[in-house]
């Protein structure tokens, strides 16, 4: 028998009915006793309106306060339609990024010219010491110095000085690896070893995230063979703190064609007046 101890993660799936109707479905996530939270997705059906987008967001934001959670994180493509009910439902654009979906990379290479690794504990203070000088001081408690529970990427100089991290996301569709780098790293080869060092790389496709406050990302990944790019807003809803459910407070919650067993016990499917 294999058992996995790991953190608490809040699942929780809605969708808006009006008049008899399911109007959009969304989903939010958040690990247990930390501050942010994720809104995965928002899908409107063909007979949703704007007013339902707003409603079914506001109601996401209750279940996610009653979770603990601070900050309410989405992020949405440039060019959705959506952008003015998640207005109303008060967030902000905090950053944009780009979102590089790759399908091939270039030949892989014996040797690496550069040798990213695993990170370990001890570079944690490294970590949070670059993630403070790249990241805007008043975005830091947003985006943490990483949002992952698994192990990211390092990369040093060879004076020991730390060149950059990386998030990386294994899911079923597809490796997310979200970068850090020093304004001094410039050569696309970086990146090119990042991605080539993934393990399974090319068996699901990889997202590159390039956020917009590192402008010498762009440059490094613009011969890249990326399949396509996108253009997202990142977006960030405040909460305060409100009221947390209940421990032990469960029931199952259906998810598309799965079945989430241990989440807050609020219905899946309702309609706030």
């Known amino acids: 028998m294999v058992s996995t ?5 809040n699942s929780y799936t809605g969708v808006w009915i009006d008049d008899g109707l399911p109007r959009c479905y969304g989903q939010v996530l958040h690990q ?34 009653r979770w603990g959670v601070r900050y309410l994180l989405a992020d949405i493509a440039e060019e959705t339609e959506l952008l003015p009910a ?12 780009k979102l590089l979906r790759f399908t091939k990379l270039p030949e892989n290479k014996v040797v690496k010219t550069f040798n990213w690794r695993s990170w370990t504990n001890n570079d944690i203070k490294a970590v949070v010491a670059l993630h403070r000088a790249v990241v805007p001081k008043l975005f ?50 970086i990146l090119i070893d990042l991605l080539l060092g993934l393990g399974d790389a090319l068996r699901r496709p990889i997202y590159l995230s390039l956020r917009a406050y590192q402008p010498w990302l762009e440059g490094m990944a613009i011969d890249l063979p990326a399949a396509d ?29 799965h079945s989430e067993s241990s989440v807050p016990a609020i219905q899946a499917s309702s309609k706030e007046h």
């Open 5 to 9: 101890i790991g953190p608490t993660l």
């Open 32 to 65: 247990a006793g930390k501050a942010l939270g994720q809104l995965t997705y928002i899908a409107p059906t063909p007979n949703c309106e704007d007013a339902h987008v707003t409603a079914l967001l506001e109601h996401l934001i209750q279940v996610s306060g």
């Open 86 to 97: 998640f207005r109303r439902a008060d967030f902000t654009v905090w950053s944009r990024q």
């Open 140 to 189: 830091q408690m947003i985006e943490a110095p990483t949002r992952q529970a698994a192990m990211g990427r390092v990369l040093y100089d060879e004076a020991g000085g730390l060149l950059g991290y990386a998030d990386v996301a294994y899911g079923p569709h597809g490796i997310w690896v979200q970068p850090v780098l020093a304004p001094q790293a410039h050569d696309p080869q």
């Open 229 to 257: 790019i996108k253009e997202m807003e990142l977006l960030v809803r405040y909460l305060v703190l409100q009221e947390k459910v209940p421990e032990g407070a469960t029931q199952p919650v259906f998810n598309g064609n």
